[in-house]
């Protein structure tokens, strides 16, 4: 399988790869900076077609930051390729995922990352933010890059399809059908108010692990997201 590469956002390249046995596309984002940052490393099979994509941005050698958003093996599958593949990278992940999971899985030790902490990578910079079990994962955390307005969003609005690299129209709908799938989001009070939070950062850009991104009044989705997990969850108490 063949990663298609596209801008997302200044210097916010998205490399995605479309599966069509679970009909989802499965996406990385490169950060070029100073400090490159990838977040998701993708499945270990995918490793060679992503360094391939990379390789249309920048070199490979040049990674800083190995990141993603909570231990599984589609976002953090090949980190340790990775880091043989460029010996100047770390991962950063959240403290609670670095304890639970990432001091003893990743080939070199990794950057423990405090709620919202901010990775300076030279002309752009990335605040860090634990979402624990929000989409799923107690280590569940997103990433913001300040400048762009780019909220690295992980699994929440995961949508099916091979649709284009952004949209501008609404995302909810098509992430609620499939919620109705696949059943993958752990449905809490915290569910609602945790998203509410990331909309106070109004971003101008949701980059997506699974399905188009959004380009617009980002705010507006993530409340519209919430009030949806609101209402299942009403739903399923007596």
Known sequence: MEAKVDEVAEGVYRLSTFAPGPGLSFNQFLIDAEQPLLFHTGHRS??????????????????????????????????????????????AHGGMGCLVSLNEMADRTPRALSDGEVLDLGGKQVRHIDTPHVPHGWDARVLYEE???????????????????????EIVGPAGDAEDLFGATCITPSTGPTIRGLAELEPRTLALMHGSSFRGDGAAQLLALADEYDRRLATQLP
């Open 46 to 91: 995918m490793f060679g077609s992503i360094t391939e994509a990379i390789a249309t941005v920048l070199p490979v050698d040049r990674l800083r930051w190995i990141t993603f958003g909570h231990v599984e093996s589609d976002e953090c599958g090949s980190m340790n390729e990775f880091l043989a593949a460029a010996s100047g990278a770390e991962v």
């Open 147 to 169: 400048s762009t307005g780019t909220l690295l969003c992980g699994d929440l609005f995961t949508h099916l399809g091979d649709g284009p690299a952004v949209v501008e129209e």
